[in-house]
């Protein structure tokens, strides 16, 4: 079975850029996350969707993050502008629904960003 | 909110030794706990889980018993092995929308 695959690996930006992710999920799953981990810490959730609805973007910066999932599979996540504080790994995760006993999460290898 | 607390590394160990990391969380409702572990350049990977109270997750030698009581999933491993070095992260989920909170990370190096 395929990973959650994301791409790039790593991107260098300097501030006030633009950037996007991609991320595409296990086959199948209707859920999909975006975390951000910044060094040294764990990951926080951003953004989550249910098929291509959003069920959670509380913790989103709306006024330069957005996040879509267009027919319920592939997500891409942009930053517009982005900000130094914005240099973290972003991590892509699915399951195969967000109610599952357990929540098991399979998370993709994640995108390097560093800002400059 | 919910939490997890976990304890600091890095931790450097020689193969063969016995690994503990310890986590506490703080929760509102009973939530399910998990290990995660990211080997170097590899996104997270679960380790174990355990939905309830009293309830052993167990994967690769590795154990963690859910104590409600003094609200702690230790994790432990007898006999590491070099293989075994990565950053491991404490998580829970709550029951209420299923989001998981992480922990900060412990690094663990393993010398041969």
């Known amino acids: 079975e395929a990973g959650v695959a994301q791409s790039p690996r790593y991107k260098i930006i300097e501030k006030r850029q633009s950037v996007a992710f991609w991320c595409n999920p296990i086959s199948g799953h209707a859920t999909l996350y975006w975390y951000q981990q910044i060094l040294g810490q764990g990951p926080k959730l951003l953004i989550q969707f249910q098929n291509n609805g959003v069920v959670d973007d509380s913790q989103l910066p709306k006024d330069r993050f957005s996040a879509e999932r267009l027919k319920g599979v592939d997500s891409t996540l942009k930053i517009q502008p982005a900000k130094l504080e914005d240099s973290a790994v972003y991590l892509c995760a699915s399951s195969w629904t967000s109610d599952m006993n357990g929540n098991e999460q399979f998370f993709g290898p994640g995108t390097r960003l560093t800002v400059l | 909110g919910d939490s997890v607390t976990q304890m600091e590394g890095p931790v450097t160990l020689s193969e063969e030794a ?73 998580a829970l989920s709550d029951r209420s929308d299923y989001k998981l909170s992480f922990g900060a990370g412990t690094t663990v190096t393993v010398r041969a």
Do not use: M
Request: contains cysteine; aromatic residues 16%; neutral net charge.
């Open chain 2, 18 to 90: 016995f690994l503990t990391i310890n986590c506490t969380y703080t929760a509102t409702g009973y939530p399910s706990l998990f290990w995660y572990v990211q080997y170097p350049g590899e996104g997270l990977q679960l380790l174990l889980k355990a939905t309830k109270a009293d309830d052993k997750g167990s994967n690769k030698g590795f154990e963690a018993t859910y104590r409600k009581e003094t609200t702690s999933f230790h994790l432990e491993k007898g006999s590491v092995q070099v293989s075994d070095s990565a950053v491991y992260f404490c």
